[in-house]
C-alpha cells in the first residue's frame, strides 16, 4: 500500500513578511540587522519544519557546518593570544571547554535563540526547543549567518561577548578539567570504574608517528581516535567517550 503524500503548507509573500518582522525583533534586542534576511531565518529552520512547510529558506544544517569552523578557529585564535604560555594539550582541553555542546545550548538559552525555533509540531511537543543539540547547533549556523552577512570581525566579537567573557573566570582560574580525568571521575563516581587506555595502532616514522587509541571498560571499547602522540590521541577519545556518554559538560 502507497504511503500518501502529506501536501505541505506553502508560505506565501504575507507568511514571510510575519517571520521576517518577527525575527526583526531578535535583531533589535542584538543590536544586529541582517542584510540577508533569509540567512538568519534559515539559522533557526530545524529540518522537521520543512517537511510540513514549503519555505523560500533552507534548514541550518549547511550553515551549522560553516559555523562549527569558525567558532572553532575564533575560539583557537582568542586562546593563541591569551594563553599562549600554555602548552598545546591545555589549550586543546580549553577549546573543549568553551565549544562543548552544554556551554553553547546555554548561550543560546540566555540570547533567547529558544523562542525563535522553527520547528514541526512533532518536535515542539517533544520539547525541540529544550534540546541541548539543537540549540548549540543553532548557536553555530546563527554564527555563520552572522560571518555571511557582517563579516570575521562582527563575528569574532559576539562570540567574545556572549560566549568567551561568560566563561573567562573559569578559563583564568584554571578550573577546567581535561577529558581523561572529567571521564574517570564520572566512571569511578558513577560506576565504580577507572577506564583503560590501549594504543591500538601507530605508524609512520619516529619524527612523525600517528596514534590510534582506544578508551576502555572491563575490555569493553567505548571510543577511539587519532593524535599525533599517545597522550593527544587518549585525551580525544576520552573527549568521544564523554560525548558516547552524553557527559559533554565537562566542567563538572
Not at 538559552?109 to 520547528?119: E, N, T
Not at 518536535?123 to 570575521?152: C, M, Q
Not at 584554571?174 to 594504543?199: C, H, N, R, S, W
Request: hydrophobic content about 40%; some cysteine; proline content about 1%.
Amino acid at each position: 500500500m502507497k504511503k500518501r503524500k502529506i501536501k505541505k503548507r506553502e508560505i506565501g509573500e504575507k507568511d514571510l513578511k510575519k517571520i521576517e518582522e518577527f525575527f526583526h525583533s531578535l535583531e533589535l534586542k542584538l543590536k544586529i540587522f541582517f542584510k540577508n534576511k533569509k540567512n538568519l531565518i534559515s539559522a533557526f529552520c530545524h529540518r522537521s519544519f520543512l517537511n510540513e512547510v514549503k519555505a523560500p529558506f533552507s534548514s541550518y544544517e549547511t550553515l551549522e557546518f560553516l559555523g562549527d569552523a569558525l567558532l572553532s578557529f575564533i575560539v583557537a585564535e582568542y586562546l593563541y593570544s591569551f594563553f599562549r604560555e600554555k602548552k598545546e594539550g591545555d589549550l586543546s582541553y580549553l577549546r573543549a571547554f568553551l565549544v562543548n555542546k552544554n556551554q553553547l545550548a546555554d548561550c543560546a538559552k540566555r540570547l533567547g535563540f529558544d523562542k525563535y525555533l522553527l520547528l514541526s509540531e512533532g518536535e515542539e511537543l517533544a520539547g525541540g526547543r529544550k534540546k541541548t543539540n539543537i540549540l548549540a547547533d543553532v548557536f553555530e549556523s546563527f554564527l555563520a549567518a552572522l560571518y555571511l552577512d557582517k563579516g570575521y570581525k562582527i563575528c569574532k566579537k559576539f562570540v567574545e561577548e556572549y560566549l568567551i567573557s561568560k566563561l573567562s573566570d573559569k578559563i583564568e582560574e584554571e578550573k577546567v578539567k581535561d577529558a581523561k580525568t572529567i571521564f574517570q571521575e564520572k566512571m569511578q563516581k558513577i560506576f565504580g570504574l577507572t577506564p583503560v587506555y590501549k594504543t591500538l595502532k601507530e605508524w609512520g616514522p619516529d619524527h612523525d608517528k600517528s596514534f590510534l587509541v582506544g578508551v576502555f571498560l572491563n575490555e569493553k571499547e567505548i571510543a577511539r581516535a587519532e593524535g599525533r602522540s599517545k597522550k593527544e590521541a587518549s585525551e580525544k577519545a576520552a573527549q568521544k567517550a564523554l560525548e558516547e556518554k552524553k557527559w559533554e559538560n565537562v566542567d563538572n
